[in-house]
Each structure stands twice: as structure tokens, then as C-alpha cells.
């Protein structure tokens, strides 16, 4: 498949600043069939090669190469996975970049 395009959006507020800031990306999906599928993340010079699988009570998001692993909401729910993925201890960019790149595969992925 070929590289799918996405577009980040992310307002800031840290130490009593704040500002915004844009970016665009491409998710690359490395297998689809069935679940778990793995999926290429690629934005602001990152890379991110993702696991996603589905279990009984939803989704689940995994990063093997960061060690970190998250339940999700559904793929499309990128503003939910966001926050999920920040609570997980991914930063907040590459948080907002992965649930982009998760919602530009979303209607690829199986039901």
C-alpha cells in the first residue's frame, strides 16, 4: 500500500506558555489482513512502527522499539488516543502524530 498523508495539529500550554504548532506526516500500513496489524508512522524526522490489535473489551496500540504499550480507543478517535498514548509516556507531538497516522489508516484496517 502506498504512503497514506496526514496533518497534526497541537496547541501547547507548558510553564505558563503556550502556542501551536502544525505538521504533516505519512503512515505507511505493513500489514492489514487481520489483526494485529503493523503500521509505519513517519513525521517532524520520527519514525514510529506500530502494533495494533484489537482484544474482547477494544484496542490496544504497541510500540515495541519504545517499550511502551497502550489501550486505545477506536482508530478514528485520534483527540482520545492522544491523550491515552500521553498518559502512557509518549510525548505529546509524537503522541498527536502516531493517533494522526492511526486515524489516516483507520478505514484500511479490518472491522
Known sequence: MNRLSFHCTLDLIENGDSWH???????????????????????????????????EYGYYLVIPMKDIGAGISFPEDAHWNTEHLIQAGVPPVDACSISAGLKAAAPYLPR
Do not use: F, M
Open 21 to 55: 504548532e502544525e505538521w504533516d506526516g505519512t503512515t505507511k500500513i505493513l500489514s492489514a489482513e487481520r489483526y494485529p496489524c503493523e503500521i509505519q508512522i513517519c513525521a517532524r524526522q520520527t519514525g514510529y512502527h506500530t502494533v495494533v490489535g484489537r482484544y
